[in-house]
Nanobody
Framework: VQLVESGGGLVQPGGSLRLSCAAS?????????MSWNRQVPGKERELVAT??????DYADSVKGRFSISRDDRNNMVYLQMNNLNSEDTAVYYC?????????WGQGTQVTVGS
C-alpha cells in the first residue's frame, strides 16, 4: 500500500493551500479512517484532521480554517487549508488506519512566510 502527499509549498500568511493524498494498493479504501497530521522538527507529530465515512474531526488549532474531505471512488483525501499562519509551518503527513493496520505517507512541506 502507498500514500503519496502533494500540494505543499511556500505561502504567505493569510493564504491558502490544498493538500492531496493519493492512496494506492488499499482494499476497500472507504473503510479506512484517513487523517492529516503534521510535525515540526523537535516536536511530536500532531493530529490535524480525521475523516471516517463523512464524519470529520479537527484539532482546535485548525477548526474553522482547515477542511478535510475524501473521494473514495478515486482513493483520494484532501486538506483545504485557509488563513494560514506561521504556526502551520510543518511537514504534513497523510495517514490511513483500519483496525491494527496503520500507514503513513512521506509527507509534504508547508511553509508559511513572506
Amino acid at each position: 500500500v502507498q500514500l503519496v502527499e502533494s500540494g505543499g509549498g511556500l505561502v504567505q500568511p493569510g493564504g491558502s493551500l490544498r493538500l492531496s493524498c493519493a492512496a494506492s494498493g488499499f482494499t476497500s479504501f472507504s473503510t479506512y479512517a484517513m487523517s492529516w497530521n503534521r510535525q515540526v522538527p523537535g516536536k511530536e507529530r500532531e493530529l490535524v484532521a480525521t475523516i471516517y465515512s463523512r464524519l470529520t474531526d479537527y484539532a482546535d488549532s485548525v477548526k474553522g480554517r482547515f477542511s478535510i474531505s475524501r473521494d473514495d471512488r478515486n482513493n483520494m483525501v484532501y486538506l483545504q487549508m485557509n488563513n494560514l499562519n506561521s504556526e502551520d509551518t510543518a511537514v504534513y503527513y497523510c495517514g490511513a488506519r483500519r483496525g491494527v493496520s496503520d500507514y503513513w505517507g512521506q509527507g509534504t512541506q508547508v511553509t508559511v512566510g513572506s
